[in-house]
């Protein structure tokens, strides 16, 4: 539809049509990188849901494959749901993944390979043995999907996965499976965790991550003194995904977070904006774990079946414990993303007084990777600011919502009037006891004129140490916006649907709202993006 088109994104993963959800099974393989994902392919809304695939050297040009899997038997017949790849070091592979039943059951099968030597792996068998798993007796029907990745446990020659659940007290947990051939599972003893009244528990994921080094860790890696793992749950009732770092007890099959107020379902998330159902993977030929997840539209589907297709994946972002903060993961965009980088521009030292709204000369904002630098005037610090003890990103009037000491940062997908804007923002606010802690926003509310569209403001504190500036880098894509500040401690993704900030008509803005302190844009870079040209296989990946 010519209406909508510029809605489409350039250096996104969507399909050529229609509607998608989950990464599934994302893993590289014989020098591809390959994702599948939650599709029907016949509506822009969710249904017939079945597993498209795509293929990509570099994780940011993708080739579209022919459809994976299909719901054609009846333990998948409702729909090939949500699964995870595994790749044993003989060089198998085991897709386990949730098949709705003809009665809807939610039941696990495994997938493989039709012919392990094509490194497209276009072909996909169904297991004879399926269902592989079907639920416990105490938990419903409906309540139990979307395996792990396996991991290897020496010590039992066997392999163990997390699914996720929720019992009759609404209780959110993971369960923990046995398996040495993947046909037969032992369901073990006891939970892997389960959180009180967190709901469902979706695409539960499980992983290493290594103190004191900046390398990913393979999904087998085992506890170790360097070892941390992580938990994730998406939400079902809360559409967001939660994590915890802590520690994994091999011989209990149980993990325990380090925090217990943080917790899985109560603590960090991953992205405070439209981020769900999202996926790691270990990349062995860079050595870092990778976080796929999928950001919904925002617009109506009434829209969606205009314009035909709905939904994109974030940027592939590499995750990382934070050695410094030890609290919490960093992800930032793989480094590939930087390859699209063309065209620079680059600001320094822009004072922001009190107020003020400062456009920058950029041509085309649309399309553009954005790394910016604040500095913040403390001398108004000395003066008795007031202690500002409720803000949250969400409640406190957003970007129009004037403290002492923010809001502050940029506005993108703005139009010369500002008409359209959506805001990146930090918010210091003194606490009651002098101190001061930050925030990261994003305000959607202005984002568009049009109607019809799910606008709200984003955001959650993030850890700046002592000496740090205010930092963050944006992604802006046509109608997405991903944010990270801090190098990655906090991360906000947008959906917005402008209608005059498109094109040549989009520009950037740095504003200041604060009323007590004045800023510093102490360095800006604004690259223009190369668009990454998804396309169908039968132009042919050679
Ligand atoms: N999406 C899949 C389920 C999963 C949900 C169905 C999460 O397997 O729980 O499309 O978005």
């Not at 790691?280 to 997840?293: H, I, M, N, Q, S």
């Amino acid at each position: 539809n010519v209406m909508l088109v510029w809605q489409r994104t350039a250096f996104h993963f969507q399909p050529q049509e229609n509607w998608m959800n989950d990464p599934n099974g994302p893993m590289y393989y014989k020098g591809w990188y390959h994702l599948f994902y939650q599709y029907n392919p016949e509506s822009a809304l969710w249904g017939n849901i079945t597993w498209g695939h795509a293929v990509s050297r570099d994780l940011v040009h993708w080739f579209y494959l022919p459809l994976a899997m299909v719901p054609d038997q009846w333990y998948d017949a409702n729909g090939v749901w949500t699964g995870s790849a595994t790749l044993m070091p003989d060089g198998r592979i085991a897709m386990v993944y949730t098949g709705s039943t003809t009665q809807s059951v939610q039941v696990q099968n495994l997938a493989f390979p039709a012919d392990p030597d094509d490194p497209l792996l276009i072909r996909w068998n169904k297991s004879e043995s399926n269902p592989v798993i079907f639920p416990p007796p105490w938990v419903g029907p409906t309540d139990f999907r979307d395996p792990t990745t396996a991991w290897y446990v020496p010590t039992e020659s066997a392999w163990r996965l997390a699914i996720g659940a929720k019992d009759s007290e609404h209780n959110g947990i993971a369960l923990l499976y046995q398996t040495k051939d993947f046909i037969t599972y032992e369901l073990l003893p006891g939970f892997l965790h389960a959180v009180n009244g967190t709901g469902m528990w979706e695409c539960v994921d499980f992983y290493p991550v290594s103190t004191g080094s900046a390398l990913g860790l393979d999904t087998s890696t085992g506890p170790g003194p360097r070892v941390k793992y992580v938990l994730k749950a998406s939400l079902d009732e809360k559409k967001q995904d939660y994590y915890a770092i802590g520690t994994y007890d091999g011989e209990e099959g149980t993990w325990t977070p380090d925090e217990p107020e943080m917790d899985v379902g109560i603590g960090l998330r991953y992205d405070y904006g439209k981020f769900y159902a999202s996926k790691t993977f270990y990349d062995p030929v860079k050595e870092r774990r990778v976080l796929w997840g999928w950001t919904a539209e925002t617009d109506s589907e009434w829209a969606d079946l205009l314009k035909g297709w709905a939904s994109l994946q974030t940027i592939p972002r590499t995750v990382l414990y934070d050695d410094e903060t030890k609290s919490n993961l960093i992800q930032w965009p793989v480094d590939e993303v930087e390859s699209l980088r063309s065209s620079k521009q680059e600001f320094s030292n822009i004072k922001l007084s009190t107020g003020s709204v400062v456009p920058l000369d950029v041509t085309q904002a649309t399309q553009v990777d954005i790394e910016a630098e604040f500095e913040i005037d403390l001398s108004a610090l000395e003066q008795s600011v007031e202690a500002d003890v409720g803000y949250n990103c969400s409640t406190s009037g957003g970007a129009a919502g004037r403290g002492a000491l923010g809001p502050f940062g940029l506005l993108v997908l703005a139009d010369q009037d500002l008409k359209e804007q959506t805001a990146v923002y930090f918010y210091l606010r003194r606490g009651t006891d002098g101190g001061l802690s930050t925030f990261f926003c994003q305000d959607e509310m202005r984002s568009s004129l049009a109607n019809d569209i799910v606008k709200r403001v984003y955001g959650s504190s993030v850890p700046v140490l002592d000496g740090e500036s205010l930092t963050v880098r944006i992604l802006v894509d046509h109608s997405v916006i991903e944010s990270f500040a801090q190098g990655g401690r906090a991360c906000v993704t947008s959906r917005v649907y402008p209608t005059r900030a498109v094109y040549g008509g989009a520009r950037a803005f740095l504003f200041n709202n604060a009323t007590d302190a004045s800023m510093t844009a102490k360095s800006l870079k604004i690259w223009q993006m190369d668009s990454a040209f998804l396309h169908p296989y039968s132009i042919g990946p050679d």
